[in-house]
């Protein structure tokens, strides 16, 4: 019985979800991201925000069987680009698929900020920030794919949504260093490490066969742990944001398209300063699957019968 209702799931799901288990995803694309601070005073309701030198990347994405790996770098060629010297943006990402488990590990280091305020904008070029993170999540509903939306490893053939908790996790360190507009010399260290549970909803609309727009988001609740070079450590409530859209063009083995994220991590710094952290993502992209070599897939059958006689 337990045989035959597989079997039936796996039939359902071939009607929503197109898989290439036997193809390599590769992509090039354009992305802009980065991540930014925004410190507000609840004494003076003062705001300053550490954004660093923003950059436009170029890079390459492979993806197979759930596993992908992306590597970005900034061009000079590119207008943003022209004032970098001195300046650092670096990003790199790896998302897996495990049934119905997603896995999100990212990185994010930075050197190159502007600290603003009402008053005046200062550049501060040996400023630098360092993030390490991700998250862990799981897909409800077994005819939604979430990777159509990010690895075009496979294709949603009908409408489905889905509920998608999340455990998101984040260390953060960030050294501001440099000549302040009043003249004063800043040096100050923060380390910070984020927690959250956040439940969300995602749903992927497939208008047209080749079409595939794809929104949805999350909100959830967590604690942060913050220490500070001048003050004391302390552990408050963490609230987080996330919204993402896409949008796909899939036909025969070529895909182009674009998505967009926004996370958003609410915390307090110190007992006087809340803070807003912020990681905007925007890629556009162009790709094809191609034929996996051989003993590429007789690597990965390995793998996989290992994997299934250890859970047996």
């Keep these: 019985m337990v045989a035959q209702e597989s079997v039936q799931d796996s039939l359902q799901q071939e009607q929503y979800i197109q898989k290439f288990p036997d193809k ?3 992509r ?3 992305i802009n991201t980065y991540n930014s601070f925004e410190f507000s005073s609840r004494q003076t309701e003062e705001t300053v925000s550490l954004t660093p030198n ?3 990347k170029i890079g390459a994405k492979v993806s197979f069987r759930g596993l992908s790996l992306s590597y ?3 061009p000079d060629f590119m207008a943003e680009n022209k004032d970098n010297d001195d300046s650092r943006l670096f990003n790199i990402g790896l998302r897996g698929y495990f049934g119905n488990w997603m896995q999100n590990l990212e990185l994010y280091s930075e050197k ?3 600290v603003e305020n009402d008053m005046n904008q200062v550049y501060l070029p040996r400023t630098k920030s360092f993030k390490i993170g991700g998250s862990t999540g799981y897909i409800f509903n077994q005819n939604f794919s979430f990777r159509a939306i ?3 490893d496979e294709k949603q053939l009908r409408s489905a949504g889905t509920f998608l908790p999340q455990l998101i996790y984040y260390y953060t360190n960030y050294k501001i260093r440099g000549t302040g507009g009043g003249g004063q010399e800043i040096d100050e260290k923060y380390h910070s490490v984020d927690i959250a549970i956040s439940p969300g909803y995602y749903y992927n609309w497939v208008p047209t066969i080749n079409l595939l727009l794809s929104a949805g988001g999350s909100a959830g609740i967590g604690v942060n742990f913050s220490d500070g070079s001048d003050s004391e450590s302390l552990t408050s409530m963490l609230y987080d944001l996330n919204f993402r859209g896409a949008i796909n063009y899939d036909f025969s083995d070529f895909y182009a398209g674009a998505q967009y994220s926004y996370l958003i991590l609410n915390h307090n ?3 006087s300063t809340y803070t807003e952290d912020n990681i905007p993502y925007f890629q556009a992209f162009i790709g094809y699957r191609f034929d996996a070599p051989k003993k590429v897939l007789d690597i990965s059958d390995d793998v996989n019968e290992k994997i ?5």
């Design 54 to 56: 923003k950059q436009n």
């Design 150 to 152: 990010t690895n075009q």
């Design 72 to 74: 970005s770098f900034a």
């Design 308 to 312: 299934d006689s250890i859970k047996n």
């Design 28 to 30: 090039l694309f354009y």
């Design 269 to 271: 710094t110190d007992r």
């Design 112 to 114: 190159g900020f502007y």
């Design 24 to 26: 390599i995803t590769g």
